[in-house]
């Protein structure tokens, strides 16, 4: 099964967080910086896809995501457009962020994680404010605590 959707994924290595939210909700400018964060092997930050996401489900429960081949490598930079950066042609999709205002990030996640039902796979799900100034970083914490916790289940 594989879906299209609305969204932004970036990488630690080969491993993907989607991050979600209507027009305007700071997918692309949290997605810049955390690229913008330092890294190198499995902890190099990438891109995978900017707008529009390719899902799908692979035999296992493994999920994998990536771009459209029109949008691979490009991301929209508010004020200044369409800039092209260095992506991964894929990478396997272990959590799901939707992005939401401040008030509404609870302080401490459900224990465990809620999940979210992609391409028939159930995946981690937490919510960010992605204009904290240290959404970057909390998106790289949960994005290495979800590859060190690949027990997902089908939905």
């Known amino acids: 099964m594989r879906e299209l959707i609305h969204g932004t994924c970036v990488a630690l290595g080969t491993h993907a967080a989607l991050l979600r939210g209507g027009s305007g909700a700071g997918k692309s400018d949290l997605a810049l ?3 913008a964060l330092p890294g190198e092997g499995q ?15 692979r035999t296992g429960g493994e999920l994998v995501a990536s771009p459209p081949a029109t949008l691979a490598g490009k991301i929209e930079v508010r004020g200044i457009g369409i800039v092209e950066v260095p992506y ?11 992005l939401v205002a401040e008030k509404e ?33 909390k998106l790289k ?12 289940g089908h939905a």
């Open 33 to 35: 910086r955390f690229l």
């Open 43 to 57: 902890t190099l930050p990438r891109l995978v896809a900017d707008d529009q996401v390719w899902i799908e489900a």
């Open 88 to 98: 991964l042609a894929r990478a396997q999709l272990v959590l799901v962020v939707d």
């Open 105 to 137: 990030v609870p302080r401490m996640p459900p224990e465990p994680f809620e999940t979210v039902t992609i391409a028939g796979v159930a995946v981690p799900r937490l919510h960010l404010g992605p204009f904290e100034l240290s959404a970057a970083l």
């Open 141 to 152: 914490l949960a994005l290495l605590w979800a590859a060190s916790h690949p027990s997902r």
